[in-house]
DNA sequence: TTCTAATCGAGACGGTACGTCAGGTCTTGTT
DNA sequence: AACAAGACCTGACGTACCGTCTCGATTAGAA
């Protein structure tokens, strides 16, 4: 979407992009992405089925609104490093078991794969905002949080995908492995 | 399908079994699962679609065959315990990211979010075999080889939807942590 | 439409046709052919939109048949060749009075304009049929009937639309003129 | 229309009127009526929407007056009565052979049967000017004027919609037909 | 050999969602 | 006020795919 309005014509109106994305969001809690059609989300949205295509130029680029929107920053944490990154990919694996966050992200793994500009901005949106909190805050290199994070979200949503639920222990087993490859590097290979 | 044919009428074809799920590998191979239709498929196999449903009840399930074909077994090794541990669930890295075998399970990732039935056949078909196939040679226990296998698969799809492919060094760091994890057992430090 | 139906897969449900045209007859009746939609059409005669697509390709192709059909042949009449021939042009005058003949009509001459098949559609449909079954019983010229023809169908179709109906007289006086010019010649000029 | 300009505000500009008729007939000269939207004709006269729809309803009522003011005045004739008045009549079927006059008056036929509004404007606008114009000159009825048009216009556009053209020889035969009618009257023969 | 029952090819069918388009209304800032 | 620009709502369009169905034509084993 233009960061600038165009300085003529009827603006914008302000509300529609918060009421659509929340639509958005509210429907695909309950079932999932690929079954909420466009037409829902504007009949719940109050709003015309023109007046989305008019933003988002595929279901797509909505839905990865939709997530950024959804899934939110990470809680501010003040304590020492190792503990505040592990509470912080802890968060992440958390919010992913949600339906709507994982409905949407899983409908957009599906898409993404077939579609290179979905991928980047899939980055930029989710993945980038996440990394980048983590290496402003503590010293870490970005690709290797990068891979935590691929890591971390893969695993609880494929385990989801398998089994239909992911226990607790579990998700705490993924985060571990995944922040113990953070810090001690990921390559510790098993052989001497 | 039925497991015994029964002792009249036309005998199935033998042949169409084979010819659908080489198709559909050959079709998913080059494009995206949701855009390889049921009426391509039988084009391809030149089978007719009616033929196709009598056997598979859905396009889903015919996926799942078809990723069971084209995934195949992990070698055999005769190497001591941990190293052929590490080459299978290597070789199954290997094995996923190969377009035909991506593709149709990201697209059944996709759906099983929203039906048991199909997650209890992807258990059944692809990660039981593997999972029983490293508990009959070496001694791990088949509720932590599932993990394993969820957390290999699920962050190398996810990195490959993500940046579009996925390095091989970032394939060794995933193989490392999971069997890492196998082995140490995945509670390394749930405590701070 | 094709005459000869495929010798090969299911056959097409035989009363599909007739409930279509009927539907679009009895729609066109109250409303005019712009308002009419194929979803109401589909939904009356109990059909699927994609139906009415495979055995129409556009709206119009079903309008010139479902008028056709509407419009139905001249009744027969062994009189004397003037008498008679006045009497099956002053029949066609009276048909086109009808709402669902004349709706049919002016929608099609409308999108006439624009697209040469669709004419070729309406005059082997509509006007043909009538001027051949004319010649076949009195000794008229083809091309002077399908004048007199496009003079009535014009004038009362036009006389109609400009002024919301036509007094039976007014149709009365436009036949009288038609036919007079079909039987001394259409140039009787007022010049001497 | 408003008649008055109000006395406040920024006054209306004067020029945007003929450009709108001109563009829409410029436009309507080489497609179809429905097929030019309301966005080329503001465009092609480099002016809003907003602009048209304050003078004009709807696209019907500014095809009526694209209409009139194409269609323009018959030419002035100091000949005999009939010979004027048949040279009236056939200036006119030669109007409306052009394409844009034939393409908007054949396109506000097919809206004006369903909109008595439209039906008064395009009477107003149209055929009673032409008609007064005959009275005013000559003696003849104005309702019989009424009718003589009708046919004329009637007949031409049916065939032109039919055939795709119509041949100088058809247009002087209808337009004898209808002259013949209006000197001897319409009421040449009701009774066999 | 004839009968029987299931398979196969071909394609019609119902249903659902898609993304697009045009008419007409409304809302800004500008003249 | 009028105007330019363009957002907005409404309703219909024609298309695509899924999974079901109905035919005629095969193709074996059973009677």
Not at 12 to 17: H, N, P, S, Y
Not at 55 to 69: G, I, Y
Not at 143 to 167: C, E, K, T, W, Y
Not at 183 to 192: A, C, I, K, L, N
Request: aromatic share 4%; hydrophobic share 50%.
């Amino acid at each position: 979407m233009a960061d600038v309005a165009s300085r003529t014509g009827r603006p914008r109106r302000a509300d529609v992009e918060a009421a659509v994305l929340d639509a958005t969001a509210a429907l695909v809690g309950d079932r999932a992405y690929a079954q909420v059609t466009i037409d829902a989300i504007a009949a719940r949205a109050v709003v015309a089925k023109t007046t989305i295509y008019r933003r988002w130029s595929s279901k797509a680029e909505l839905a990865v609104d939709a997530l950024a929107r959804t899934l939110g920053d990470p809680p501010v944490d003040d304590r020492d490093g190792a503990t505040a990154v592990r509470a912080a990919v802890g968060w992440l694996a958390g919010r992913v078991r949600e339906p709507d966050v994982r409905h949407l992200l899983v409908g957009l793994v599906d898409e993404a794969g077939r579609d290179p500009e979905l991928r980047a901005r899939l980055r930029a949106r989710i993945r980038d905002p996440f990394t980048q909190a983590l290496c402003e805050r503590w010293e870490v290199e970005a690709s290797v949080v990068d891979l935590v994070v691929d890591v971390v979200l893969g695993a609880v949503l494929h385990r989801i995908a398998m089994s239909g639920d992911i226990g607790d222990g579990d998700v705490e087993s993924v985060v571990d492995l995944a922040v113990h490859a953070l810090f001690r590097g990921p390559t510790v290979s098993v052989e001497p």
